[in-house]
T-cell receptor, first 114, second 113 residues
Framework: NAGVMQNPRHLVRRRGQEARLRCSPM?????VYWYRQLPEEGLKFMVY????????ESGMPKERFSAEFPKEGPSILRIQQVVRGDSAAYFC????????????FGSGTQLSVL | DAKTTQPTSMDCAEGRAANLPCNHS???????VYWYRQIHSQGPQYIIH???NNETNEMASLIITEDRKSSTLILPHATLRDTAVYYC??????????????FGSGTRLSIRP
């Protein structure tokens, strides 16, 4: 059973471009969480999604950021018009339908904005 | 905001037991204590969790005080690969916004040869 898959592993964008980060949860998992980790800082919660629904987006910046988890396919974190301050590691985690006692994290996407 | 307090850093000799303390004096009755760790540049890794009884698995032991206001994570025989930031978290498992994990600053554990 493959773990949580995030791609790309590294993403380079110029200021003003769009960044799309993908997260494929583990098989049988229907809950996804996104976290951001700025350089030398801790992990900050961004958004919690269940299939086709946003449960909690209290950590999402009000502008330029959006997330979705469609019925089919991976969860997508989208950042429009990226700025240098968006450079960070973005991690997603998933949990099963039946219990979310444990969250399983992916290896992250390192976004670098030039 | 995180509801736990941990020392900023600790070190331990390889082969010895590493004991990482955590204070969670405001924990509520339905909140569990969780431990995760993050090895440099990797995603966080689940270690162990418990409600009020002590727990043990292949990675570690968790000792929770009777009043549940503090706990200790024990790595019985620390190795160099255990060097990481260790996070103590309290949360309510479930499917509401209360189930999200809020990470604090954690304890940076260094294992010395």
């Amino acid at each position: 059973n493959a773990g949580v898959m995030q791609n790309p592993r590294h993403l380079v964008r110029r200021r003003g471009q769009e960044a799309r980060l993908r997260c494929s949860p583990m098989k049988g998992h229907s809950h996804v969480y996104w976290y951001r980790q700025l350089p030398e800082e801790g992990l900050k919660f961004m958004v919690y999604l269940q299939k086709e629904n946003i449960i909690d987006e209290s950590g999402m910046p009000k502008e330029r950021f959006s997330a979705e988890f469609p019925k089919e396919g991976p969860s997508i974190l989208r950042i429009q018009q990226v700025v240098r301050g968006d450079s960070a590691a973005y991690f997603c985690a998933s949990s099963p339908e039946t219990t979310n006692e444990k969250l399983f994290f992916g290896s992250g996407t390192q976004l670098s904005v030039l | 905001d995180a509801k736990t307090t941990q020392p900023t850093s600790m070190d331990c000799a390889e082969g010895r037991a590493a004991n990482l303390p955590c204070n969670h004096s405001t924990i509520s009755g339905n909140e569990y204590v969780y431990w995760y760790r993050q090895i440099h540049s990797q995603g966080p890794q689940y270690i162990i969790h418990g409600l009020k009884n002590n727990e043990t698995n292949e990675m570690a032991s968790l000792i929770i005080t009777e009043d549940r206001k503090s706990s200790t994570l024990i790595l019985p025989h620390a190795t160099l690969r255990d060097t990481a930031v260790y996070y103590c978290i309290v949360r309510v498992p479930g499917y509401s916004s209360a189930s999200k994990i809020i990470f604090g600053s954690g304890t940076r554990l260094s294992i010395r040869p």
